[in-house]
């Protein structure tokens, strides 16, 4: 049995590929939309890709089912307790695929979202009927299990939650110990709310150390753990579109075109028609001089999160970059959560722009000193973005707060008496969160360097008072 991981930090997500030396067939689970990483490793070891499926109709990005079974010819897959608007073969619980020497069961798993399929793989070379491994989706997690609570209100997160839980029981932990667990949701998914850093685990270490799965045996326990709010991060704002679009099956790409490097005058004859300006450099660089009501989103692990929150559905979007190198890492963010391509780049980036006399605006930058003294003679207000298990751990006293994913619903509930500084943990996301605010007319924003961080470790005081 051949097998890989793609890890993929941006999102939080890993995607598999198995395949049989055998016959040289290969399956790819959880695929992302940029397939050729699935073509290209298949091609490297002599494998085809004949299959395709997803764990479940994804709410953090677009799958790459659709186009994978486009360029290679694959069978898509899908879970039948789904309603899937996209060919594809409907998998039972219970069911088995024999691909040469790998054996896949179908798991129905729900709770994390009612359609749910865990593939259970078998290397009958191996062993003919002992799992080598789980690709759990996101049925279970390391450290963790996937939130229930994506789908609706707070009765269908607690049914969801408490589906979760016979899952748990009647489907994974009688599985042996020794299979390993290999998830879809990994560190730095928004899908759970403590998931450990390593990209891997086994059913006996989570059923030693998973605080959830601890709570099993008293289905209330275990549901209040699973929608613990104070615990879960935010939902971005782009994730309400992602799973329809998963569900109802996500157009392909086809070819790419190359987005353009504009020069000043094509850069802004496109802003001026009403083209969203993301500047992808980092809070520190944007802060210093950027195009006026341009958005800050530094190109990093962050980047797709970020540029979903606060770019609107479809939005047509000029970048502007540190590198020109960076074009496809920030372009190929964006398509995967849905956005198009970006109409262009600023060419030569902001020293063509200053050298050309165009107006450029600035962000302040404050250390937590400066923000605890003006704090303390009422001259500035401050607004926390943070996550709930970030806010609940210590704040400012005083501090006003709003999620960062909340943020461009909520803009009118920004205290508007004074300036306003903006902190988040470093500095990173409430460079985004002023560069909003800001965009929607606030003039007298600042952001805090360094952060609640940074304000910690100076000693300053905080609370853990609502």
């Known amino acids: 049995m051949f097998f890989e991981q793609f890890n993929l930090r941006s999102l939080g997500h890993a995607s598999y590929l198995v395949g049989d030396e055998q016959t040289g067939r290969a399956l790819v689970f959880d695929p992302r939309r940029d397939a050729e990483v699935y073509t290209q490793a298949a091609r490297d070891v002599g494998l085809r890709i004949c299959y395709a499926a997803d764990s ?12 994978l079974g486009e360029r290679t010819g ?7 307790a789904a309603e899937l608007g996209y060919e594809h073969k409907p998998l039972k619980d219970g069911q088995v695929v024999e691909i040469g020497d790998v054996g896949i069961e179908v798991m129905h798993t729900p709770g994390h979202t009612p359609e749910h399929i865990s593939l259970l793989v078998y290397d009958r070379a191996a062993s003919a009927d002992v799992p080598a491994l789980l690709l759990s989706g996101g049925a279970l997690l390391v450290g963790d299990l996937a939130r229930p609570d994506l789908l609706g209100g707070a009765e269908q997160a607690r049914a969801a939650a408490r589906t979760f839980c016979e899952t748990i029981q009647r489907k ?12 879809t949701h990994v560190a730095g998914s ?54 329809t679009q998963n569900l109802d099956g996500v157009a392909p790409l086809g070819p790419l075109a190359e987005p353009p490097a504009l020069s000043v005058a094509e850069f802004d004859e496109h802003r001026q028609e009403g083209a969203v300006v993301l500047d992808a450099r980092s809070p520190e660089a944007f802060g210093g001089g950027h195009l006026l009501r341009a958005l800050n989103v530094g190109l990093g692990p962050s980047f797709a999160t970020w540029a979903g929150t606060v770019l609107p559905d479809d939005e047509r979007v000029l970048l502007v970059l540190d590198r020109p190198s960076d074009l496809w890492e920030a372009a190929w963010q964006l398509l995967r959560i849905g956005y198009p391509l970006p109409l262009g780049w600023l060419g030569g980036g902001m020293f063509a722009w200053r050298t050309s006399a165009m107006p450029v605006e600035t962000t302040p930058q404050i250390t937590v000193q400066e923000l605890n003294e003006r704090l303390s003679r009422g001259q500035l207000g401050l607004l926390d973005v943070r996550q709930p298990s ?13 999620t960062g994913a909340e943020l461009p619903d909520r803009l009118d509930e920004v205290p508007a008496d004074r300036p306003i500084a903006v902190a988040c943990g470093s500095g990173y996301r409430s460079s985004v969160a002023a560069s909003l605010l800001a965009r929607h007319g606030r003039t007298d924003v600042v952001n805090v360097i360094g952060g609640m961080t940074a304000w910690k470790n100076a000693g300053l005081p905080t609370t853990q008072e609502e």
């Open 390 to 402: 970030e806010w609940a751990g210590g704040h400012v006293p005083g501090a006003a707060y709003i």
């Open 190 to 243: 928004l899908c759970g709310g403590n998931i450990g850093s390593r990209l891997s685990t086994t059913i006996g270490y989570e059923r030693r150390s998973n605080a959830i799965l601890s709570e099993v045996d008293s289905k209330e326990g275990f549901i209040r753990e699973c929608i613990r709010l104070d615990n879960l991060p935010a939902v971005p704002p782009y994730w309400r579109r992602m799973r």
């Open 172 to 183: 994974l932990l009688p599985l042996p110990d020794g299979v390993q667990v290999f998830p």
């Open 74 to 80: 694959a069978q898509v897959w899908g879970s039948a």
């Open 56 to 67: 479940h109709g994804h709410n953090d990005y677009l799958s790459g089912l659709t186009e």
